[in-house]
């Protein structure tokens, strides 16, 4: 092909990062341009999230059909413990600015999913939930279990399951995050219970103020058991 695709300044413009042809609109004042050009950004990180959830869902879906559900939950803690557990590692401090601080940066990563947040807060925990699930809860929603291209469904009561019936592969990166946590800390910075019905219901993301009120149950469905009053203080 002899003749140019585009024009310079078509080049030039599509060399900027989004973000800044989102602050150069609203330094201008075109707020018409500004909304627009927010609404590609979303679909730009909406694009690329999920190309990285599916590759995810996929790669963890080969891994448990090859080798089983063993060789998967080995596979899981370790990936999980690469990009969790920095972050579970103990903020100095144990004061409620402290909590505050963790939960909002808790909240900032669940923003990554691009969906609107349900949050709850009563004397004892704080309760979020995604409207719908960015990840998971989407797989679900767009029939990815199903077909002849189905991602896995781990079957039978296990730690993987939360010792449910079944639940689909990409959720099972959620045992391992709590697992990981009480292996660090002794205790789950956040617990996931998951819905009845993934995908049409919600499921909720839980943070206790206070460890010893985290119900023992959380710990014994991931194979882990509830530290003692002496052993949270020291």
């Not at 998967?72 to 402290?98: C, R």
């Not at 449910?164 to 959720?171: F, N």
Request: overall charge negative; glycine content about 8%.
């Amino acid at each position: 092909m002899s003749e140019k695709l585009f024009a310079e300044k078509e080049l030039r413009e599509m060399e900027k990062r989004t973000v800044d042809r989102l602050i150069e609109s609203i330094e201008s004042g075109d707020k018409e341009g500004a909304k627009k050009i927010a609404q590609r950004m979303y679909k730009e990180f909406e694009s690329m999230h999920d190309l990285y959830r599916d590759w995810a869902a996929s790669t963890l879906s080969a891994v448990g059909r090859n080798h089983g559900d063993e060789a998967l939950e080995k596979v899981l803690y370790e990936g999980v413990k690469a990009w969790w557990g920095p972050n579970v590692k103990k903020i100095g401090g144990s004061d409620s600015s402290t909590l505050a601080k963790r939960i909002k940066m808790f909240v900032g990563g669940l923003h990554g999913h691009l969906q609107p947040l349900n949050i709850v807060e009563d004397e004892e925990k704080v309760v979020i939930q995604m409207k719908p699930c960015g990840s998971g809860g989407r797989l679900v929603l767009e029939r990815k279990y199903e077909g002849p291209d189905a991602l896995l469904q781990i079957e039978g009561p296990q730690t993987l399951t939360y010792g449910r019936d079944s639940l689909p592969v990409y959720c099972t990166h959620e045992p391992p995050m709590e697992q990981i946590d009480m292996d660090i800390n002794g205790n789950p910075f956040v617990v996931i219970e998951p819905a009845a019905e993934l995908g049409k219901q919600h499921c909720s993301f839980i943070i206790y103020k206070n460890p010893e009120d985290i119900p023992e149950r959380y710990y014994e469905r991931v194979g882990r058991k509830k530290p003692t009053a002496l052993e949270n203080k020291n």
